[in-house]
């Protein structure tokens, strides 16, 4: 009895799941977000705590983009949206430029760049 | 000069962010559910793929839901629904059979617990 | 030959393994509790490092509280000590305090809560 | 004292470091070939191991292949090389395909495919 | 106002914390020997998912170590115990042994050698 | 059919599949090199973000450094290289110096004693 044949059998399901939802980095961005408002109100320890979480949310965004960009997308949604490609990389981009800075309007532009990458995912979904 | 004074300076700000939302553990429960469901037509290579994630989306959910259940909800929560800390215990619990069985039941009935918190989020956010 | 069967076989043993031991909680802890006793006399950089390595090692007494709460624990457990669910509550959310602040009294009382649970934990070892 | 001016400082430099390297995702993909190289001769018990760590070395390629395209590769590049943004994502595709599949041919393919992708990038450092 | 001055400034104490307990990377192995002996038990779903545990739970075993290894031990305990390095070197082979194998005898091989750097470590710490 | 006989069968492969590159640690540790570098001239909140990064980098340096040390060398290794426990030892303690301080030394001290490793490892792999 073998575990499995030599010869590799294809699966051609998508598995991971299928499961893809912006709202995870979306919440992560609203995160990113509401840390860069609260900041120059906190006290001198919670400001550090405030970086060291900015770095950890601003990381989850770039991976959860990340996943819907490589994972989701097909080659027939690159030919309807020809700028995919550079939505994505300007809103990774973002999310390291939210790292870098302590302005709010960083946060603020990197929820927008996601806003428009729900958007065209939302329209794929419903094609 | 100090970084900082020797005496705490105490934090009345609830840092990490204020951004709370049950999606978070939901859309990893529709994984597991999604796992569950297209487990049996999947090669034998794919079927072990799927026990790896199923446990990594089920480790999500029970950290999503310790996130809620212990950062977000308050006394005042506690008082309003006295069931709460059952409810969450038996969804995190829900989370840990999903990753011991392969039936679809027990991905639905993680979904449903989380459906049932969220409905308690939410209406905690509009009070 | 098929890896599983399609009608899902129930495993009734409870894997991971059965090991669990309130030690894995109290030793981070404790270890938040030595950094804040050790923060006033540190350089500046070794506090910056000293709050990184404080949000660490409480996220990681959240996560074993959690499993002992969620994993160990069982609905005869809570008919005998009615009050653990709180007793959980109150312990990952004063893991949240310890890092929300730089007291060394919030290290001592999160030390303590966990002496309680580990209290009970080898009670119903016992029994 | 204030720790930082309420108005954000802009910082111009490009931590995280500026040090990148290709070869990291390159190791890691000789890894999943090497992987699925000895995988056919494996015992049982190490052809799961096998693919638990595929899945992982496969998810670090991803990783790493990510932090090339969004924090070292600068418009500039892009103007250079217009087919970049497609290396990429059919790059961290085939590593999904890498966990897909138990076929030699797709760690080959995806070997080849960074190596491309490395040549690229030093040709970028030399310039 | 400078957060630090150009000129690093040492530290001389040893965060983090100087918390150091082998009993971290004991139960960790308690944990892979429990595995292994619940085992042959198993059904083929749980028995997967009992070797993705194992992994996981013997990696920490060698995190732990490496910590204790490196972290802790000085260069005078070295001298008194010279046989120091190569016992935690053949504990961390053993539990990659650990990872390979399903026999219940390298689960306990593997407990033993941590037992026996425990013994070490109390006696320095007495010391 | 069982999916694994209960008497276990033995692997004589030493999967994770035999990719060693002391290059990853190399990596990290240049990587630490040039955030020490960088260090003075950054603005106080990336500043504290370097620290942040440089816990990482250096984590990740003593990670790589253990795989190497346990999971590539060899019995006769140890033979031919005596010094080859030491050499780890002090590496890895070399990266934990270089999270304790901000001197650019720390990194190039960090970075000369993998070249030393490296040195070694690649003439094992010559042999």
């Not at 009895?1 to 979306?26: N, T």
């Not at 960083?106 to 419903?126: C, H, N, P, R, S």
Request: proline share 5%; net charge neutral; charged share 30%.
């Amino acid at each position: 009895m073998k575990l499995f044949a030599i010869k590799p059998v294809y699966a051609h399901c998508d598995l991971p799941c299928g499961v893809y939802d912006p709202a995870q980095a979306k919440i992560e961005a609203e995160s990113v977000l509401a840390i860069l408002k609260k900041y120059p109100e906190l006290d001198e320890h919670n400001k550090i705590r405030a970086i060291i979480i900015k770095e950890q949310r601003a990381e989850l965004v770039k991976q959860h983009l990340m996943v819907l960009w490589a994972d989701y997308f097909k080659p027939e949604h690159l030919e309807k949206y020809p700028d995919l490609h550079n939505k994505f990389w300007l809103a990774i981009k973002q999310a390291s430029n939210a790292k870098h800075h302590l302005d709010v309007s960083e946060g603020q532009k990197l929820v927008e760049q996601i806003d428009e990458i729900a958007k065209i995912f939302w329209e794929t979904k419903k094609a």
